[in-house]
């Protein structure tokens, strides 16, 4: 494919549910998405707990759910785009309805509504414990059934390409590697959309697949665009703990809700020292009491105890759960569960506006990977997806009404290549990216505050992956994704360094 109107890059969520979008309202536009592995292989496939909503305006109301919101952010977040998003959720839920997206209802038909943490109400729609897999079946259903898209696996985008127009940088292609024909490759596109996720594998525990390797950030640094608030890294406390495992499987929030309790090693309940709301306060309170009780301990790990709960109920809600714990021989009706906080989302990314725009001319960012200021430091459980949803929307309407004013760029002979894609690297990464993993791990958990030293090792791994990726023009998809690593991680410290250094200027 040389040329399309619109290129989505990722298949979770956010770009395929724009993709609907526009290819419902628009027809007659071509589109575009390239995802670069299997079409399934996202962090929206393993979302367990659910879409945060406001169904019920008898106990709920769209007020609690903005204050809920609000205060997990500490402060941080857009008030105006948290009011938006809250007040748009019933539309975009009916929206994922239509397309098939089932929720548990109870027995009288009524919607099954969880409780996570920092939510004083239920209000969290599912389907049992995989609603992100139930989401990503129904939405790729749909994409088949657009004629005007075309979904190309397989094919990780390297960059974007920019122009200068009239003082301003223009978004107008896209590199790209066919990992299917080994080739390096160069489309045109009028308008491109980010949705490629979060930032996970920089870490050594992460929830996040192998994919979530930051290309998003990476890609729209390189281009110019203004990334924001990328410390604000959110650790999940319920992490299944498994030595050596990557990703770590994921508890849900919802098993909380449900009543477990987090217990030490002498079986007490200690989160209550750090927050009345005990194990349903938001996620930092809840991931800082667990650090520290295993600083104290010694103990790699705490527990989480189900023991109390009705099993019959336990399991209907949390069969995937009940069965992967079952895999490694746990029984979460008898037996207590080590957990673990671990790396599990990115609250900062690519700034945008209200229309998820960016600054860079028809470049937009949705999901995971950009910054709209729902947020702020720490995410309130179960409002990612609805954020993509939301924003998804938002793009999409804005697109549709302004592309007809844009046109394709000039074709560029210089861009017209086919290079070689050379086949997947030895292990000569592997080494350098747990390093990086294991670097990116110890300075969050020791809040440790020399970045002149961990800048200095970031550079000179880049020194040498860099090297090969031009030098020796040896282009393999892992050098590509471990560069974007090496990109986010420097973001993330300079953005961490940037605010220690403000409030030292502040006392
Ligand atoms: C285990 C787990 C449980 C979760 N549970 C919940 C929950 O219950 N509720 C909730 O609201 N949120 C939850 N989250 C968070 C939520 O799932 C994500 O924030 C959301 O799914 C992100 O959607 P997305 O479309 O932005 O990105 P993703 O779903 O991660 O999709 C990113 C896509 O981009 C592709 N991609 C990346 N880089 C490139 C590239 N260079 N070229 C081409 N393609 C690329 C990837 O292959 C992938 O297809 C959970 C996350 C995890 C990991």
Known sequence: MKKTDILIIGSGIAGLFCAIKIGKKRPDLSIAIMTKDKVKNSNTQLAQGGIAVVTDCIEDSFEQHIQDTLKSGGGLCDEEVVK?????????????????????KNKSGIWNLGLEGGHSQHRILHHKDISGAEIEKNLIETIKQLSNITLLEDHLVIDVDTKKNNGRINCTGAFYCDKINKKVKYIRAKTIVLSTGGCGQIFKNTTNPEIATGDGIAIASRAGAVIKDM????????????????????????????????????QKRFIFKDDIRGELATRDIVSQAIS?????????????????????????HFPSITEYCKTIGLHPEKDLIPIVPVAHYQCGGINVNKKSQTNIKNLYAIGECSRTGLHGKNRLASNSLLEALVFAHQASEHIAKNIDDLSFAPKDAMLQFDEPLMDKDSNYFMKFKKELQTMMTFFYASNDSDFVKILNRIESMKMATVGL??????????LIEFTNMLTVAKIIIEHHKTKVLKSAVMY
């Open 292 to 316: 520290k009780e295993i600083e104290m301990s010694g103990n790699p790990y705490v527990y989480l105890d189900c023991r109390h709960l009705d099993f019959e109920e336990f399991y209907s």
């Open 469 to 478: 990726l031009f030098k020796k023009k040896k282009i393999t998809t892992q």
């Open 84 to 104: 938006m998003v809250i007040h748009q959720a019933p539309e975009r839920l009916n929206e994922l309805i239509d397309i098939g997206v089932s929720f548990d």
């Open 231 to 266: 410390q604000y890294i959110q650790f999940h406390p319920t992490a299944l703990y498994e030595e050596n495992k990557n990703p770590f499987f994921l508890i849900s929030e919802a098993v909380r809700g449900f009543g477990a309790h987090i217990v030490n090693e002498d």
